[in-house]
């Protein structure tokens, strides 16, 4: 509690009660004030109108006096539709890839750059840029790469004997979904490398060379020594990557707009197609609120990963 | 030192060297095609290295006489303008919401800060209508007052996230020296922790214009006149109006990573504390 930066808030005790306290801390408020007011009309309106509306019929030309109450209907549209569940498995699959195959990419750059030599820094470098770019630059970019006459990748495969003919990534059933994935990983993995590096750093090196000593191998210097140490930021950052890919949208809507025939079609993606392509704003609130209610469990879990290593801390 | 341990050494290069591929053979692709004519970059096979390279896509996204380049670099102006507003205003904002969390004890504190954080979490596509709704209501649609409020309510989260952090990490004791010398809470803060806080503020700042300067979904929704487009949703255009001239698209996609990818370099070590401050606790 060494923190009460404010000497005359140190003499308050916890059972001075709320209303005191709020009083007593007012000139607080003064500090997070600007960003509340601004955090509160952007958010809590647009949820609170989400939710609201999510019980709603409404006309495609967004004339709120014109909508009419369908109670829970629109929930029972969703879940009874046959597209759900497809959409459903697709972002699982879609957020669960790429979540998986970032973060081992990820975890082998960390473990191989841990060392240093000369070029790491611009190595680390190089390898963070499709971070850093807009996911729109990247989705051209790789749009382009996966051409079905003139892309790289198609003539690359036909080159090396892979294939007769250039496949056609993007407009096929099989492929489309893989295909985004792999622009998803290029795109994130360096950001569990990033996350995992500055993890890598809180391993005590002498654990490690105690654990030579005693005729550890490579492996079992590993998982015996780094690898409990990496846990608490691998957590945050696998949480962190999920509540990404589970949100990304440009990519998918760039690439393929969820097509062929819905093959890569994710929820975002999906709920963007009934609000703005088939206007439907009524089912598309009551989707975004299960999306919410997905988003609130892994937000928990962000929030306890988060809070775990705060308990130890000073403060 | 065994031969084991070399082994698994020259695993991680061979790994290094894959994943470097992985990384920059899609940009270099890109530059490659980027300094090819039309004809060139549609042919089967394709021209690994260009036979005659030509500056002459990048000459013309960045030549304001020529109707391309005039809107390609107002839509840079665009995308700077609207960065550069939602990074000062953010900070603005931030730095004493940032310092109230790190530093003082107000009941609701873990409540308020905990509700800012899950904000990152909600995806922007769903917040497009009611936030639609919301701007036309202020008479905001159609300006970029709309795109700059809403980027700075994204980005708020993550940068008082960030500077809290960084606030975390000077020491109390520097402010209580200088309320013993006299000065109000405010001086304290302005004085001596505003100067100390300044690599986080940096930190901050980068994120909040990549962020701004990427958005997509946002501008390609609040905004309705051609010239007012920011470059992601300007280079749409590529698609649009000419049978897709995917050299230009290359050139402006290129032209478009420039900024960030420099301020990125310029800044790497903010950047990399920023993206892990609060994960690694050491």
Redesign the interface.
Same mark, same amino acid.
């Given at each position: 509690?060494?923190?009460?930066?404010?000497?005359a808030?140190g003499s308050l005790r916890r059972d001075d009660g709320?209303l005191r306290?709020?009083v007593a801390?007012r000139?607080?408020?003064?500090?997070?004030l600007?960003?509340?007011v601004?955090?509160m009309? =952007?958010?809590a309106?647009?949820i609170w109108?989400?939710i609201d509306?999510s019980f709603y019929k409404t006309p495609a030309s967004?004339q709120?006096r014109d909508r009419t109450f369908v109670g829970w209907k629109n929930y029972e549209t969703i879940l009874t539709a046959p597209a759900f569940w497809s959409v459903t498995l697709n972002t699982v699959i879609w957020t669960l890839a790429s979540t998986f195959f970032a973060f081992l990419?990820g975890l082998?750059?960390a473990?191989?750059?841990h060392?240093e030599f000369a070029g790491r820094a611009v190595?680390r470098?190089?390898?963070?840029?499709?971070y850093?770019?807009?996911? =729109?630059?990247a989705s051209?970019?790789?749009k382009?790469?996966y051409?079905s006459?003139?892309g790289?990748i198609g003539?690359l495969s036909?080159?090396w004997g892979f294939t007769d003919k250039?496949i056609n990534f993007l407009d096929n059933i099989h492929t489309a979904l893989p295909s985004l994935i792999v622009v998803n990983i290029?795109r994130e993995?360096?950001?569990a490398m990033?996350?995992l590096m500055?993890?890598l750093?809180?391993v005590p090196e002498q654990l490690l060379r105690a654990a030579q000593v005693d005729g550890a191998?490579?492996w079992q210097r590993f998982w015996h020594v780094t690898a409990p140490h990496l846990k608490?930021?691998s957590m =945050?950052?696998v949480l962190l990557l999920m509540?990404a890919n589970?949100?990304s949208?440009?990519v998918p809507y760039l690439m393929t707009g969820g097509g062929p025939a819905g093959a890569s079609d994710i929820w975002?993606t999906h709920?963007?197609q009934i609000?703005?392509g088939r206007q439907n704003?009524g089912l598309?609130?009551a989707y975004?609120v299960i999306?919410?209610i997905v988003?609130?469990c892994?937000?928990y879990f962000? =929030?306890q990963a988060?809070t775990r290593?705060?308990k130890?801390?000073p403060e | 030192m065994s031969g084991r341990v070399d082994g698994w050494r020259w695993a991680g290069r061979v790994f290094l060297v894959l994943i470097l591929l992985f990384t920059a053979v899609p940009m270099v692709w890109m530059l490659l095609t980027s300094i090819k004519s039309q004809f060139a970059a549609m042919q089967y096979p394709p021209q690994w290295w260009p036979k005659e390279p030509t500056l002459q896509n990048y000459t013309k996204l960045l030549d304001p006489t020529n109707p391309v380049g005039n809107d390609f670099l107002r839509y840079m102006w665009n995308s700077f303008y609207v960065s550069l507003a939602t990074t000062v205003l953010g900070v603005a904002v931030a730095v004493p919401a940032a310092y109230a969390f790190s530093r003082f004890r107000f009941p609701g504190r873990t409540f308020l800060f905990f509700a800012v954080l899950l904000r990152n979490m909600f995806p922007a596509v769903v917040f497009l209508m009611p936030l639609f709704i919301l701007m036309r209501w202020l008479g905001l649609v159609g300006t970029h007052g709309s795109l700059i409020l809403t980027y700075l309510t994204f980005g708020l989260p993550l940068s008082i996230w960030l500077l809290k952090g960084f606030y975390d990490n000077i020491p109390i004791q520097l402010e209580q020296a200088a309320r013993i010398d006299g000065a109000t809470r405010f001086q304290a803060f302005l004085l001596i922790v505003m100067p100390l806080s300044v690599p986080g503020i940096l930190a901050t700042s980068i994120f909040s214009f990549i962020g701004a300067w990427n958005e997509y979904v946002y501008a390609a929704t609040f905004l309705n006149r051609q010239d007012q487009l920011t470059l992601p949703v300007g280079i749409q255009r590529f698609f649009a109006e000419f049978a897709t001239d995917w050299p230009g698209l290359m050139a402006a996609t290129f032209l478009m990573s420039v900024p960030v990818v420099v301020l990125f370099l310029v800044l790497q070590r903010y950047f990399v504390r920023a993206l892990t401050e609060g994960a690694v606790k050491s």
């Open positions: 509690m060494a923190v009460t930066s404010d000497p808030s709320l306290r709020i801390h000139a607080d408020y003064a500090y997070v600007p960003a509340l601004v955090m009309v =952007v958010i309106y647009p109108f989400t509306m967004l709120l990419l082998g750059a473990l191989s750059l060392r190595l470098a190089i390898l963070l840029i499709p850093v770019i807009s996911a =729109v630059a051209y970019l790789w382009w790469l051409h006459d003139f790289v003539a036909v080159q250039p290029w993995f360096s950001f990033i996350m500055a993890g750093q809180t191998n490579a608490g930021v =945050v950052t509540v589970f949100n949208f440009i975002i709920i963007y609000a703005f704003w598309a609130s975004s999306l919410f988003m609130m892994l937000g962000y =929030v988060l290593g705060d130890g801390r | -």
